[in-house]
C-alpha cells in the first residue's frame, strides 16, 4: 500500500525553537506538498516541491521554509517557533496526471 | 486564481437519511474534480474523482457529477450512515499539480 508518512503526530515546541517536520513517501512521487489546517480556514498551501532541490511557494510561506534532498523526503522548517503556527500540518505528494493526492496522517504542532 | 466554495456545516443527518453537500467552485478551463474526506485524528483521504464534464465519480455508495455548466461538482449518498461521519473537502485541480481545497464540511451522522 502506498504511504506518506509523518514523523511525529503529536508536537510540542516552545517559542523560538527551530522546529523540522519531516515526510517520507514510498511511491516514487515528483510533487510534494506542504499544507496547514485550521478550523474555518481549510487546508493553506505552504510550500510545495516539483523535483528534487526544487521548491516553490505557497499561499502563505512566511515564517517557514523547506528542504527537498531526496526524492521521498520533503522537510518543512519553522525558523523561529511563534504560537500563531500552532496548527495541523499536512504532508501530500502526487504523481503527475490526473490523480490526486495521497497524504499523511497530519503532524498536530502546539507552540507554547 | 482558482477557488472553491463549500456548503457550511455541520450537516447533521439521521442514519438513512440523503445526503447533498454542494460545491462550486471557478477555474480556467476545465479541471479535474475531487472530493476528499477526513475521519477524526487522521489526514485526508481521496473519495471520489472526475476527470471530464459529465463524468460521474463514485465509491463507497458517494457520488458526485462534474457539471461544466454550473461549475458544480455536489457530492451525494443516498443513506448515510453513522461511520459517514467526517468532514469533507472538495478540490479542483489548478492545472499545476496543485489542488485548491474548500474550507471543508462536517458530516454529523446520528444512528
Known amino acids: 500500500d502506498v504511504k506518506v508518512t509523518q514523523s511525529s503526530r503529536y508536537l510540542v515546541k516552545r517559542t523560538g525553537e527551530k522546529v523540522f517536520l519531516e515526510c517520507v513517501q514510498d511511491?516514487?512521487?515528483?510533487?510534494m506538498f506542504w499544507y496547514r489546517q485550521d478550523p474555518g480556514l481549510g487546508l493553506r498551501l505552504i510550500y510545495f516541491?516539483?523535483?528534487?532541490?526544487?521548491?516553490e511557494k505557497g499561499d502563505i510561506p512566511e515564517g517557514y521554509s523547506v528542504s527537498r534532498e531526496k526524492k521521498e523526503r520533503f522537510s518543512l522548517i519553522l525558523e523561529s517557533a511563534s504560537t500563531n503556527q500552532t496548527s495541523m500540518y499536512l504532508c501530500?505528494?502526487?504523481?503527475?496526471?490526473?490523480?490526486?493526492?495521497?497524504f499523511g496522517s497530519g503532524t498536530r504542532l502546539t507552540v507554547v | 486564481g482558482n477557488s472553491v466554495t463549500q456548503m457550511e456545516g455541520p450537516v447533521t443527518l439521521s442514519e438513512e437519511a440523503f445526503l447533498t453537500i454542494n460545491c462550486t467552485y471557478t477555474?480556467?478551463?476545465?479541471?479535474?474534480l475531487f472530493w476528499y474526506v477526513q475521519y477524526p485524528g487522521e489526514g485526508l483521504q481521496l473519495l471520489l474523482k472526475?476527470?471530464?464534464?459529465?463524468d460521474k465519480g463514485s465509491n463507497k455508495g458517494f457520488e458526485a457529477t462534474y457539471r461544466k455548466e454550473t461549475t458544480s461538482f455536489h457530492l451525494e449518498k443516498g443513506s448515510v450512515q453513522v461511520s459517514d461521519s467526517a468532514v469533507y473537502f472538495c478540490?479542483?485541480?489548478?492545472?499545476?499539480?496543485?489542488?485548491?481545497f474548500g474550507t471543508g464540511t462536517r458530516l454529523l451522522v446520528s444512528p
Open positions: 501530500a505528494s502526487r504523481q503527475p496526471g490526473d490523480y490526486g493526492y495521497t
Open positions: 511511491m516514487d512521487h515528483e510533487n
Open positions: 516541491s516539483y523535483d528534487v532541490k526544487m521548491k
Open positions: 477555474a480556467t478551463g476545465y479541471p479535474s
Open positions: 472526475a476527470t471530464k464534464a459529465d
Open positions: 478540490a479542483p485541480d489548478t492545472g499545476f499539480q496543485k489542488l485548491v
